[in-house]
């Protein structure tokens, strides 16, 4: 079974920086795609940054520039370091180990909020 811990939520004045760590069980980390996404109170979840197994990165428009999301596979980590923080970006962000390209499933974390004041 996959578990994924987020870690690193918070408040932050817009400007700000931030970064979310989320730590994988088990021994399939590093073979699969890892994802940020976000949801916002009354909006629906949306993708925020993957990387692959390869490290290949792809991100959100509105994020691209400002946001990072490396892995440590020595320590089944994926994070999203965030930067220039704007109060649009306050949402509860969930980490995802995404194995829907194996003929699996997506697995997701609880969740981590971050708020952004102005």
């Known amino acids: 079974q996959v578990q994924l811990v987020e870690s690193g939520g918070g408040l932050v004045q817009a400007g700000g920086s931030l970064r979310l760590s989320c730590a994988a069980s088990?021994?399939?980390?590093?073979?699969?795609?890892m994802g940020w996404y976000r949801q916002a109170p009354g909006k629906q979840r949306e993708l925020v940054a993957v990387i692959t197994s390869g490290s290949a990165t792809n991100y959100e428009d509105s994020v691209k520039g400002r946001f990072t999301i490396p892995r440590d596979n020595a320590k089944n980590t994926v994070y999203l370091l965030m930067n220039s923080l704007k109060p649009e970006d306050t949402a509860v962000y969930y980490c995802?180990?995404?194995?829907?390209?194996?003929?699996?499933?997506?697995?997701w974390g609880r969740g981590a909020l971050v708020t952004v004041s102005s």
């Open positions: 995802a180990l995404d194995r829907r390209a194996l003929g699996g499933i997506i697995y």
């Open positions: 088990g021994s399939i980390f590093r073979n699969n795609i």
